[in-house]
């Protein structure tokens, strides 16, 4: 099992910053992904970005160039830097934490409570 817990959302202008913090906790294996998710009003849940345990990073499109995913082994814990706000990035904001045991394709997945980013002036 493993627990999340997000920080950092919040209320910015348009052009703003904000970070968003996921700390894990618990026992997973060694393969694992961590992610953020979002989801608007009346919209699906969407992948923003997501860093794996190697350090790989994969991006939305929406996103790229403007924000930045970053993960601290050591703490367990995971970082959104989003720069450049605008307000179609309000929404909850979900950390997702996913692992398999090596040489299976079952992933084991997790999901934070989230946290509202509202981009408005």
């Known amino acids: 099992q493993v627990q999340l817990v997000e920080s950092g959302g919040g209320l910015v202008q348009p052009g703003g910053s904000l970070r968003l913090s996921c700390a894990a906790s618990?026992?997973?294996?060694?393969?694992?992904?961590m992610g953020w998710y979002r989801q608007a009003p009346g919209k699906q849940r969407e992948l923003v970005a997501e860093?794996?345990?190697?350090?790989?990073?994969n991006y939305a499109d929406s996103v790229k160039g403007r924000f930045t995913i970053s993960r601290d082994s050591t703490k367990d814990t995971m970082y959104l830097q989003m720069s450049g706000l605008k307000p179609e990035d309000t929404a909850v904001y979900y950390c997702?934490?996913?692992?398999?045991?090596?040489?299976?394709?079952?992933?084991?997945?997790?999901w934070g409570q989230g946290t509202q980013v509202t981009v408005s002036s």
């Open positions: 618990g026992s997973a294996f060694s393969i694992n992904v």
């Open positions: 997702n934490y996913k692992t398999r045991r090596p040489l299976t394709s079952n992933w084991y997945r997790y």
């Open positions: 860093i794996t345990s190697g350090g790989g990073t």
